[in-house]
C-alpha cells in the first residue's frame, strides 16, 4: 500500500488532525530506528572509531529532520 493511499484510508475515518498525528508518529518511530542503525553499526569494533564518529554524526542528522 502506498502512503498516499493509507492516508485517504485514514482521512475516510479520522479527522485531519489525528491523521497528520498518527503519521508524525510514524516517521518520528522510523526516523529513530534509522539512527540506532547508524549508532549501533560500528559500535562493537574498537578499532573502526573514525567509523563510529561518522555513523554518530549520520544519527544526529537523522534526528535533526525531526526539528525542522
Request: aromatic fraction near 6%.
Amino acid at each position: 500500500m502506498i502512503k498516499d493511499t493509507a492516508v485517504q484510508i485514514l482521512l475516510e475515518h479520522f479527522s485531519e488532525g489525528m491523521v497528520r498525528t498518527i503519521v508524525d508518529a510514524l516517521i518520528e518511530d522510523e526516523r529513530e530506528e534509522c539512527a540506532k542503525i547508524c549508532e549501533n553499526e560500528y559500535i562493537d569494533f574498537d578499532w573502526a572509531h573514525v567509523e563510529q564518529h561518522a555513523a554518530e554524526i549520520c544519527a544526529e542528522a537523522i534526528r535533526a529532520r525531526g526539528q525542522e
